[in-house]
């Protein structure tokens, strides 16, 4: 699995050469054949397995996944003709001064897919696939197209729920993943090299699978395996059941070569759900922590911990001032079910607790010296509490999430307030600027930041009284990078 790769949006460009290449061999292949053959027994008589239909489930879903059109546009160099070295800083600050040539790189452009799961215009996607993007178009199966907005993001899960102004939209019917078999007929629909509404078939291969492709400290990995093909593009598109019903997006395969070669993955709806409703509601995922350190149970593991059972989720640690301490969870139990549902593995712990919002109590029944009990938890967020996080605009505009700078950095550097950089995304502001993960903000043009909050106000008086200076329209931070002050200057623009 250390061969898998994420499907990142393929370059407008390139995908008319992958195009070309298959035409000739499809061309004659006109009669579709049943994906299910009759068998014959080795003894006398003979089974024959009904033929699967997956025409209705096709109609049905096509109208309803969407193609995601990004743009991003590089920011400007300079190249010094005339004068002495560091024209980019000089150039940042001062403005082209004659002696440097701008040189502006040309747009960049790339796709992947989209479900659409409102009439109004909601649309769910990957996170990778309108990352750091500068515009995004929407073009649905009628060939309409609309301009999208990011209406929030979530790293941790890789999805991400876009807005265009439309009404009456042919909306997906959602399925539920939980109960999907494995063994059980999938679809995967999507636009993998911009070949427009896809249609797929496969098998769900495998459920509750951590490939280990998303970054960050909390990052929930629980993907359905299905053996439907999926290529560059199809990222964000639908997997659904025959019934037509939306059961997973899809997000990765794995793969040598870049290209589909036998196993594609998909995020459940069962995660999808929670997200996308924090993220319409609150702009930010309410995400609940149980607070303890899981890994698999293996027979080594078992014999030497001296365990029951080779299922379930063994406690390794318990954080401080987490919701398992304080229920009384304890370093050495096995976690076998939440809320009564059978849990066998890390990654379905993770999508159980995914469901919750932080101030939600869930049963947790563990397995201690091979006694059972079961635990009400009341679930807490990253911060420690019940509270609700607002809306982060600042950390879509700026490419970066945040969280309050503990009170053990601030007396270890002797400052009074502090933001700590908590994650920093690709072709995002943060990331341009090279501002890093764990990155302290201490001041923001010269104001103290405590919170999102504080700088959020500061962007916001930065936009509302900003003219045509650079020093107008930037955001200049100051702080601690790994114990050492540092500055940076951000173009808001």
């Known amino acids: 699995m250390n061969k898998t790769t994420i499907i990142v949006p393929l370059a407008i460009a390139a995908m008319a050469v992958g195009y070309g290449v298959g035409r000739a061999q499809n061309s004659n292949n006109d009669t579709p054949t049943s994906p299910i053959e009759s068998t014959q027994s080795s003894f006398s008589g003979s089974f024959a397995t009904p033929t699967t239909d997956f025409t209705a489930a096709a109609e049905n879903t096509v109208n309803c996944v969407v193609h995601i059109m990004t743009k991003y546009n590089p920011k400007a160099t300079s190249s010094n003709y005339g004068r002495g070295g560091g024209g980019d800083l000089f150039d940042f600050f001062f403005g082209d001064r004659g002696g440097f040539q701008q040189i502006q790189p040309q747009p960049k452009q790339a796709s992947g897919s989209g479900v659409i799961l409102e009439k109004d215009g909601y649309i769910v996607t990957n996170n990778h696939v309108v990352e750091g993007a500068d515009s995004i178009t929407v073009v649905l199966n009628d060939k309409r197209s609309f301009v999208a907005k990011i209406v929030g993001t979530d790293p941790s899960t890789d999805l991400a729920l876009i807005k265009v102004e439309a009404t009456d939209l042919p909306a997906i019917k959602i399925g539920d993943s939980e109960n999907l078999r494995i063994g059980e007929w999938v679809l995967a629909v999507g636009n993998p090299f911009n070949l427009t509404s896809t249609v797929t078939a496969g098998i769900v291969s495998a459920k509750a699978r951590n490939i280990n492709i998303l970054s960050g400290d909390i990052k929930i990995e629980s993907f359905i395996q299905t053996d439907a093909a999926v290529n560059p593009g199809n990222s964000g598109g639908a997997l659904v059941n025959t019934r037509g019903e939306l059961v997973g997006i899809n997000a990765a395969i794995a793969?040598?070569?870049?290209?589909?070669?036998?196993?594609?993955?998909?995020?459940?709806?069962?995660?999808?759900?929670?997200?996308?409703?924090?993220?319409?509601?609150?702009?930010?995922v309410q995400r609940a922590l149980l607070g303890v350190m899981v890994q698999d149970i293996t027979s080594e593991l078992a014999k030497e911990k001296d365990l029951s059972v080779l299922s379930g989720a063994y406690v390794a640690n318990v954080n401080e001032k987490s919701a398992a301490k304080d229920a009384g969870i304890e370093v050495g139990d096995v976690i076998t079910k939440i809320n009564g549902?059978?849990?066998?593995?890390?990654?379905?712990?993770?999508?159980?607790?995914?469901?919750?919002?932080?101030?939600?109590?869930?049963?947790?029944?563990?397995?201690?010296?091979?006694?059972?009990?079961?635990?009400?938890?009341?679930?807490?967020?990253?911060?420690?509490?019940?509270?609700?996080?607002?809306?982060?605009?600042?950390?879509?505009?700026?490419?970066?999430?945040?969280?309050?700078?503990?009170?053990?950095?601030?007396?270890?550097?002797?400052?009074?307030?502090?933001?700590?950089?908590?994650?920093?995304?690709?072709?995002?502001?943060?990331?341009?600027?090279?501002?890093?993960?764990?990155?302290?903000?201490?001041?923001?043009?010269?104001?103290?930041?405590?919170?999102?909050?504080?700088?959020?106000?500061?962007?916001?008086?930065?936009?509302?009284?900003?003219g045509e200076k650079f020093n107008e329209q930037a955001l200049f931070i100051s702080g601690i990078n790994k114990g050492k002050v540092a500055y940076f200057a951000i173009d808001l623009n």
């Open 255 to 284: 793969s040598q070569t870049g290209s589909y070669s036998g196993y594609s993955f998909a995020i459940p709806v069962s995660i999808m759900n929670k997200v996308v409703n924090d993220l319409k509601k609150y702009g930010v």
């Open 341 to 466: 549902k059978a849990v066998k593995s890390v990654p379905e712990v993770q999508e159980q607790v995914s469901k919750f919002s932080p101030g939600n109590t869930i049963n947790v029944t563990v397995l201690r010296k091979k006694k059972e009990l079961t635990i009400p938890v009341v679930l807490k967020n990253q911060q420690g509490d019940t509270k609700i996080v607002k809306q982060a605009v600042a950390s879509n505009e700026l490419g970066a999430t945040f969280e309050p700078s503990s009170d053990s950095d601030k007396e270890k550097y002797g400052i009074s307030s502090g933001l700590t950089v908590k994650t920093v995304s690709k072709g995002g502001k943060f990331a341009v600027n090279g501002i890093p993960v764990g990155f302290i903000i201490v001041k923001a043009n010269n104001q103290p930041v405590n919170s999102v909050e504080d700088l959020q106000s500061i962007i916001n008086s930065i936009k509302k009284n900003s």
